[in-house]
Nanobody
Framework: VQLQAFGGGLVQAGGSLRLSCAAS????????MGWFRQAPGKERELVAV????????YYGDSVKGRFTISRDNAKNTVYLQLNSLKPEDTAVYYC????????????????WGQGTLVTVSS
């Protein structure tokens, strides 16, 4: 599966953004999908994961209660709603896909899209 993320931009602290990740291929609904982020000088961090059906989700501690992951299998798209943004949310955000069971392990994700930059100003 090929992935393309978009929707990043510059936003003030407290603001919101919605990221989208469009997937190619006819088997999108078979994939667990995840959003990850990487800030300059830091390791890649898991943000959120959603199961193939959308029934199960997992969030990193730093974004719980502020970010929401969702998916539309008819549109081959996964979304990440970012609310109550903080300057420390500034990072390049990546979407990724994993064909198999639900997982929150970064190294289980084999397909990655290019990132989209989110910058939160204070």
């Amino acid at each position: 599966v090929q992935l393309q993320a978009f929707g990043g931009g510059l936003v003030q602290a407290g603001g919101s953004l919605r990221l989208s990740c469009a997937a190619s291929g006819r088997t999108f609904s078979s994939y667990t999908m995840g959003w990850f982020r990487q800030a300059p000088g830091k390791e890649r961090e898991l943000v959120a994961v959603i199961s193939w059906s959308g029934d199960f989700t997992y969030y990193g501690d730093s974004v719980k209660g502020r970010f929401t992951i969702s998916r539309d299998n008819a549109k081959n798209t996964v979304y990440l709603q970012l609310n109550s943004l903080k300057p420390e949310d500034t990072a390049v955000y990546y979407c990724a896909a994993q064909l198999g069971g639900f997982t929150a392990v970064t190294t289980d994700f084999g397909s990655w899209g290019q990132g989209t930059l989110v910058t939160v100003s204070s």
